[in-house]
């Protein structure tokens, strides 16, 4: 099975921009069909926020379209997902995972506030 360990999450105020990397190791993201994102938020369940498959289709949760974008480095065998126009909102644990899902990563904490 894949690992995957996310990164580059912190703290950001309303409207600003990060970028989150996932880095796998144990097997080609070429190689994988399907990859996501998704998120937790304290007291809610975990969502999906996007999905990009192999081919380079992609498909995001309707409050983040227009705002994120997945994409996968096959060279750097990592997976990003840079948002932009943060919102409070947006603040969660950020998971990336397979898709049907593998091991879940300890994620990265996304905090959006003033």
């Known amino acids: 099975q894949v690992q995957l360990v996310e990164s580059g999450g912190g703290l950001v105020q309303p409207g600003g921009s990060l970028r989150l990397s996932c880095a796998a190791s144990?097997?080609?993201?070429?190689?994988?069909?399907?990859m996501g994102w998704y998120r937790q938020a304290p007291g809610k369940q975990r969502e999906w926020v996007a999905v990009?498959?192999?081919?380079?289709?992609?498909n995001y949760l309707d409050s983040v379209k227009g705002r994120f974008t997945i994409s996968r480095d096959s060279a750097k065998n990592t997976v990003y997902l840079q948002m932009n126009s943060l919102k409070p909102e947006d603040t969660a644990v950020y998971y990336c995972n397979t898709v049907p899902n593998e091991n879940w990563g300890q994620g990265t904490q996304v905090t959006v506030s003033s």
């Open positions: 990009d498959t192999r081919d380079g289709i992609t």
């Open positions: 144990g097997r080609s993201i070429f190689s994988i069909n399907v």
